[in-house]
């Protein structure tokens, strides 16, 4: 039987280099609480990220939920988002006790449509959290143009865009906040862990939400938790950082493959991602640094005038068994949208036909650094069938 192919794997230093990395942890006996190993990391996470501050968190999801806590007008109860996401968005908006509101995505990038968005505005609207799905980035000219126009902040969920780029500025520099996973399964990881992009005044308060409120100076002022990143997860960070280079690259090269194969023989346009032989992947953006977290394809079929319909033939299903017959697990991220989640009934969501169509046809297929070319290459000729 071949190998079991995974959706990820995580990417791990050398196990000698991680010990080195720990080992004045038995010296200090400091584990958690702000520790040497989290502020060095922090310090060199704020240089590659380019950000001006960048409090840790034990995981990307705390890290949204400080941010939404923090920013979120006060009086105000709708948090308008994207259905096309991961459970944490959505849930980290109704978990500070929020109300998300559902917009459309765009098909091309698969992000927030800021026309939908705007038309969703209202007195109740606290914050607009958009989604840089598979490390895309949304429209942040048009989410910059609706926050100073209505004065709302917008909170990026940019779990799956670390270190990435657009014009040379940190994604984590657009709107008022943007929160990064460092989870396992992402391009960078510290075993679990996540972080708060902003600028340095908001960072603190946010800062402060992850060791219950304390800032050092007083008692609490605001109501927090405990989300701080312990020193064992820091170390790992600190390891990892130090290839992300090559692993990025890795990354880029398995992208590479996939879009190869799979486009092979027919049309493809860059601009949109779609391709003659009945898919479409990620589009180009320009000027953007990519971080090739995630490899989508989603099923359609190309129009002659460059529209593409979602396959309703149950393409996906098939590939899905072909590929697990072959022990190859890809994953179904996005299905279904959050909003259809029997735990969001009560924000009975408007229609999302878009994101709905993606979210029936898109298939994440394997992708980490480790990945043989050979076995990306198996894989996509089994996808395309
Ligand atoms: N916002 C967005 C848009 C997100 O996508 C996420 C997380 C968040 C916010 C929240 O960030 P965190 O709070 O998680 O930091 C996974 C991850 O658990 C989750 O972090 C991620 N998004 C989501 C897209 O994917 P699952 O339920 O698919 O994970 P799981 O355990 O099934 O793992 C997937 C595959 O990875 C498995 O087939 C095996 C492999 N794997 C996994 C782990 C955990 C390993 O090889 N080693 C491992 O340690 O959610």
């Not at 704020?46 to 501050?53: G, I, N, P, R, W």
């Not at 000027?287 to 079929?301: I, Q, S, T």
Request: proline residues 6%.
């Amino acid at each position: 039987m071949d190998k079991r192919i995974n959706v990820t794997r995580p990417s791990m230093p050398p196990l000698d280099e991680y010990i080195e990395e720990i080992r004045g942890i038995w010296d200090s006996a400091m584990l958690t609480n702000f520790g040497p190993l989290e502020q060095k990391l922090r310090k060199e996470l704020e240089e590659f990220l380019d950000v001006e501050a960048l409090p840790l968190f034990v995981n990307g999801h705390q890290a949204l939920m400080a941010a939404v806590r923090t920013l979120a007008l006060e009086g105000r109860k709708s948090v308008i988002t994207t259905p096309f996401t991961f459970a944490s968005t959505t849930e980290a908006i109704a978990g500070v006790g929020l109300k998300p509101v559902f917009a459309d995505v765009d098909p091309v990038t698969y992000t927030l449509d800021p026309a939908k968005v705007e038309a969703l505005i209202s007195e109740d609207t606290a914050a607009i959290v958009p989604v840089h799905v598979y490390g895309t980035l949304c429209d942040v000219e048009a989410f910059e143009r609706i926050s100073l126009k209505y004065n709302i902040p917008v909170i990026y969920d940019a779990a799956h865009c670390f270190g990435v780029r657009k014009n040379g500025r940190g994604v984590g520099n657009f709107g008022n906040a943007s929160i990064f996973s460092f989870h396992a399964t992402k391009a960078f990881n510290t075993v679990e862990g996540g972080a708060v992009a902003a600028p340095a005044d908001i960072a603190e308060k946010i800062k402060a939400y992850t060791n219950y409120g304390f800032t050092g100076s007083g008692d609490p002022e605001i109501i927090g938790t405990n989300a701080k990143m312990n020193e064992f997860s820091a170390a790992m960070g600190i390891c990892n950082l130090r290839y992300i280079v090559g692993v990025t690259k890795r990354r880029a090269a398995i992208c590479e493959k996939y879009t190869g194969v799979l486009t092979f023989g027919a049309s493809f346009d860059p601009a949109t991602g779609i391709s003659g032989n009945g898919f479409k992947l990620l589009p180009y953006q320009d000027g953007v640094l990519k971080n090739y977290a995630y490899f989508p394809v989603v099923f359609g079929d190309a129009g002659n005038d460059g529209s593409f319909a979602p396959d309703r033939t149950g393409r996906i299903e098939e590939t899905v068994k072909k590929l697990q017959d072959a022990n190859i697990f890809p994953r179904r991220y996005f299905y279904p949208l959050t909003s259809d989640f029997p735990s969001m009934k009560e924000f009975s969501p408007a229609a999302t036909p878009v994101a709905k169509a993606l979210s029936d046809n898109v298939l994440c297929l394997p992708l980490y650094a480790d990945l043989d070319l050979e076995d990306a290459e198996k894989i996509a000729k089994i996808v395309k069938g």
